[in-house]
């Protein structure tokens, strides 16, 4: 009977860090002739799997129908210090957290590039920024690359320069590349609850 942890790291850059309990079986000669390992969750549990969901459509069929897993690969602190940095107007912090293009689908159905030199006139417009998170889930694909993303539910209240204020709560999925920078947003809003 063998407790271990285990690192894995998988041709597709993938990583996992189990604890496992083993079952060897040793021939009299010393050799191991079976083995059962233990580490997955039943499937009849009501929570805590370690996959879940399903993805419906796709441009790629190969994901298609895909499971997704809660990713940890920093996407909360990376949100975090985004929102921080915006709600600031650091245009040198929110630049380093975007991809060189990022792809923008916005809450009125335009699709956008955004490149990093453009922060500095999107910030131009605005006497104030408060963008305040609600929750954030962030996932990936099963057995897919690391590349992964985030759902994030917040407030936000942009206060332009003319007095105009916006006043929204959002949805919105934020698709990282695998150096763990922002390359696609796709937002979702309503307005704001009325008092």
Same mark, same amino acid.
């Not at 597709?12 to 021939?27: A, P, Y």
């Not at 996959?51 to 993805?55: D, F, I, S, V, W």
């Given at each position: 009977l063998v407790m271990a942890d285990e690192d894995r790291v998988y041709?597709? /850059?993938? &990583? =996992?860090?189990?604890? *496992? #309990? %083993? +079952? #060897? %079986? *040793? &021939?009299?000669e010393g050799k191991i002739a079976s083995f059962n =390992?233990? &580490?997955q969750i039943p499937t009849t549990n009501e929570f805590g799997q370690t &996959? /879940? /969901?399903? +993805?419906y459509s796709s441009t790629d069929p190969k994901i298609n129908g895909s499971t997704f897993q809660f990713s940890n690969r920093g996407e909360i602190a990376t949100m975090e210090k985004f929102m921080k940095a915006y709600n600031e107007m650091d245009v040198t912090t929110c630049s380093a957290i975007l991809a060189e293009k990022v792809k923008l689908h916005d809450f009125d159905g335009n699709i956008i590039t955004l490149t990093r030199d453009m922060v500095p006139a999107i910030f131009a417009e605005y006497k104030s920024l408060d963008w305040q998170p609600l929750s954030m889930i962030p996932l990936k694909m099963t057995d897919t690359d690391p590349t992964s993303g985030i759902i994030v539910n917040a407030m936000e209240k942009r206060v332009l320069k003319d007095g105009t204020v916006w006043d929204k709560e959002l949805m919105e999925t934020f698709l990282f590349n695998r150096k763990g920078e922002i390359k696609e947003i796709i937002q979702f809003s309503r307005g704001a609850d009325k008092k």
């Open positions: 041709k597709n /850059g993938s &990583t =996992q860090k189990l604890s *496992v #309990f %083993e +079952l #060897f %079986e *040793v &021939t009299p =390992q233990y &580490t &996959t /879940g /969901g399903k +993805l």
